[in-house]
């Protein structure tokens, strides 16, 4: 029950910050989804035993990776994400 991979991105195609905890070809998925994503929209994808979740507004999107965690503790993880970023 963890949060296995991070992303912030600007645009779709800059990354921001990149967190990975675990190998494995998350990197080569995400930047499929990313193509996908669409704007100024919170959403999960479910990719095998794993769950992709996003939160996208305007030109920044912020998404992790999780296995076996709740719905809303992941997108509670991504709007702190988004708070702490916008701080900066």
Do not use: W
């Not at 769950?51 to 719905?71: A, M, Q, R, V």
């Not at 709007?79 to 701080?87: A, G, L």
């Amino acid at each position: 029950m963890s949060i296995l991979y991070f992303l912030i991105t600007k645009n779709l195609d800059v990354v921001l910050y990149e967190n990975i905890e675990y190998n494995g070809n998350f990197q080569q998925i995400i930047r499929t989804l990313l193509s996908k994503i669409h704007p100024n929209l919170k959403y999960k994808i479910d990719y095998d035993k794993y769950k992709f979740h996003y939160l996208n507004e305007g030109n920044i999107t912020y998404l992790c990776l999780t296995e076996i965690l709740p719905e809303d503790l992941a997108f509670a993880f991504l709007e702190d994400i988004k708070k702490f970023y916008r701080k900066i």
